[in-house]
Structures are given as C-alpha cells and as structure tokens.
C-alpha cells in the first residue's frame, strides 16, 4: 500500500464540508482543509485546501497528535483496513500506545491481516524501542538521571524483546540505587544527628529495598522479578514499622514526627513505585484483576499518588476494552 492513510482523515472527513477538517501544523497554524492521502514511506499528509489547491505537509510540520486526535474518533471502528492505516500514522506520529490499540484491533477484526499487522507492529516495537533509548541518552547525558530511569523503564516494561531494553537494563546500575540515595540524603538533612542515628538501621534496610526493587526490574523472568518486588515490599514495611517505633519514642514531638515524616516519604513513595512495578508485569498478562489490586495497595499508601491514579485509570480502560498492556 503506497498511500497509507486514506483512511485517517480522508474517511473521516468525507461526510463533512472541506472546510471542517482542521490541521493544526508545530507553528501554531491552523489549516482548512480536506485530506487526500498520507505517504508512510515519505511521511507526508496530501491535503486540498478550502480554495481547490493542493498542499502537502510533512509528519515534522504537523502537530500529529493533534491531527490524529481530532479525527481518529470518526475513523468507522468496525473497518479493519482503516484500523491498519490509522494504526500506521499513529506509529509516524511517535503515538506508540495508540498504534498498537489500532493494531490489535484491525487483527481482531479480520484476522486475515494479521501477518500484515505483525510486520507492522514489529516496526512500531523497533520505532519506540529507539525513541526511548534515545530520550534516556539524552536525559543521561545532561545528568537528568529520573527522566533517564523514566525512559529506561519503559523500554524494560513495556519493549523487553528489544535489545534496547537490555540495554536499559544495565544502564540502571548507574543512577537506579543514585536516584534514591539522593532523596535520602535530602530527608537526612532536614533531620538531627539523634535522629538520624535512631532511623540508621531503617536506612540500611532501605537501601535492601531499593535494591531488590532494581533487581527486580532487570529481572529476566516475571516470577523471579515478583518474587524481588515483594522482598522490596517487605524490607519497606519493616522500615515503615521502624520509623513508627521511633515516633513513640519522642511521643508527640511535633518536630520529630515532621522530621521523620520525611524518611516515611522516601520509602512510601519507593514501595508506591515497586507496588506499580508489580501491577505493570501483571497486566502484561491481562490479569487486570490483580493488576488493579497492587494499584489499590499503592494507593492506600497515598491516595493522592498521581502515578497510581493514572495507572488505575488506565487498567480499568485497557481491561473494559480487552487490549493488550504492552506494545507486542
């Protein structure tokens, strides 16, 4: 197929007047037009505008998400073809989850594309795979060591056939047990020698915990890393219950209480991301069930937990509409 996306915005916009179909381009214009085609193989979107003349914008030029956004929703959802094409612009458009949902479904609805749909989901896993990679470089190299772990581990939890996520792996043992120790460091300087002397033993079992947790992560089977995660789990309610034991120490000290709040932080929000950890590896299987009950259980740790929401959010989505949690 030479043109690829007469489907995207070329069904969508056929039904309506020319002028209703707006391309909203990085410069911050707004075009009227009428979609003609997409070219997958030079990324450009053939366009007629509201005056009869012919346009042509390159994925570059446009605000794609924008664009895929606005008119996917008008793409006819029992069109498998149309799934395929609108699957391959969202893949352009650096749109990866949104790709694969189009590809499972456009299988779904006519498993005779399905080796079509495997050789394009392989270049979707290979797109995001190096888009991943490259922002977790790029964050390494300017010292952003959280938004390089952020990109790293998506390449482990949602790409892990990839040999980027290999990569990522390794790269870990440079900031993973960093990244942490530095909250640490940050909670310890809020807080007086005594105090830092009564949570010594909780900090050595933490930096266990943060340990089993980036083991767990660059784990190669999903029984071992769970079997690492519920460790981690364990080594951070011992700490919790350690930090309990010296609030009743000092009793109602209103500064020691908010002085060791700051360790309960640190290792709250540590148990809060291993408790997703767990989730993510279990709806990779489709077991949304259990996916959502570790999402429970982070939340009872803080029910304010952005991260937590978001994935409670998207689990009862994924589940409600039986699509798959990675990008396979």
Known sequence: MRRLLTSLLVLACAALPASAAKINLKNGTTVDCKVQSYDTATKTLHVKLN?????????????????????????PKDDAKAQLLTANFARDAGLYAHAARRYRAAAKLDPSLQSTVDAEMTKLRRAAAEFCA??????????????AEKWAKILIEKLPG???AEQAKAALDNYYAQNRAKKMA?????????????????????????EK?????????????EGLFRGALADGSAVLKQIDDVEKKYGSDPQIKEKAGGYR?????????????IASQLATKSDYRGAQKEVNAALALDPKNDAAIAMRARIEDYSSRGLGWAWR
Do not use: C, F, W
């Open 213 to 225: 947790s980036k083991q767990g992560l660059q784990a190669s089977g999903s029984s071992q890393a």
């Open 51 to 75: 005056d009869g003349s012919a346009a042509q914008y390159r994925m570059d030029e446009l605000d794609a998400r924008s664009a895929y956004l606005l008119n996917a929703s008008l793409i």
């Open 162 to 164: 990839e040999p980027e």
């Open 134 to 147: 490259s922002n977790a470089h790029a964050a390494a190299s300017k010292g952003n060591y959280p938004e």
């Open 186 to 210: 940050a909670a310890d300087e809020k807080a007086d020698a005594a105090l830092q002397k009564d949570v010594e033993k909780g900090k050595e079992r933490y930096a266990q915990m943060v």
């Open 265 to 277: 932080r640190v290792v709250t929000d540590q148990m809060i991301e291993v408790r997703l950890n």
